[in-house]
């Protein structure tokens, strides 16, 4: 499915895609929470850029572990333990591959949404990025079981999680600064659910090349 070429190549659209996208989920949060999610998240994956040239050649766990180190380090508010932690679980459980084939990439995903429950204390309903990402994984397993190709499950997955972001818009946050709003977080969509959702599309866009 991939190589560890590709997983950076992966690496480096998601930090375009957050780059890109930078003003729009800090006006996201700036509505429900402390208003630097797109400039913070912009921030590590800019440090996860500079350190991808020595990395490249490495397996693609310790690539993925150190860009979740390096997230934890240059991120600050939640995102960066959270998508940090995502990214290091998702890294030791492909330890030593320098192919993943797409059993590979459900493992991936299904940790580093173990991950996020862990240090995030959060189950999905709480309007946080767990309404975006688990939906997507149980999109893309159930396609997969199905016998879509890679490609069809995640446009699948992809429109899970932008189902997921939508619905964050009709909870109450529970979780983090937002959920000081109470009642009046209702009718935003979580910046967390969203920034997630981002990462699921450039997936798709990488199977599609």
Do not use: W
């Not at 190549?9 to 797109?38: C, Y």
């Not at 693609?60 to 679980?89: E, N, Q, R």
């Not at 159930?142 to 997955?157: N, P, R, V, Y």
């Not at 979780?175 to 935003?188: D, F, N, P, V």
């Amino acid at each position: 499915m991939a190589d560890h070429k590709k997983v950076v190549r992966i690496i480096e659209k998601i930090a375009e895609k957050i780059h890109e996208n930078r003003q729009f989920l800090t006006d996201l949060d700036a509505a429900i929470g402390d208003g630097d999610h797109g400039i913070n998240l912009d921030r590590g994956f800019q440090a996860v850029i500079e350190k991808l040239p020595g990395i490249q050649e490495k397996d693609i766990g310790f690539i993925l572990k150190t860009v979740g180190m390096t997230l934890v380090s240059t991120v600050g508010g939640a995102s960066g333990p959270l998508y940090g932690t995502a990214f290091m679980k998702a890294g030791a459980a492909v330890n030593g591959k320098v192919e993943l084939e797409v059993s590979d990439l459900l493992t991936i995903i299904d940790e580093a949404v173990k991950g996020i429950k862990m240090r995030g204390k959060a189950k999905r309903g709480e309007k946080t990025m767990l309404d975006a990402i688990e939906p997507a994984y149980e999109a893309l397993c159930k396609a997969l079981e199905k016998g879509s190709t890679l490609k069809d499950a995640l446009i699948q997955a992809e429109n899970a999680a932008k189902e997921g972001v939508e619905y964050t818009k009709t909870i109450i946050a529970t979780k983090g600064r937002a959920s000081y709003l109470g009642e009046r977080s209702i009718g935003h969509q979580d910046p967390g659910a969203t920034s997630s959702m981002m990462i699921f599309t450039v997936l798709k866009e990488s199977c599609e090349d």
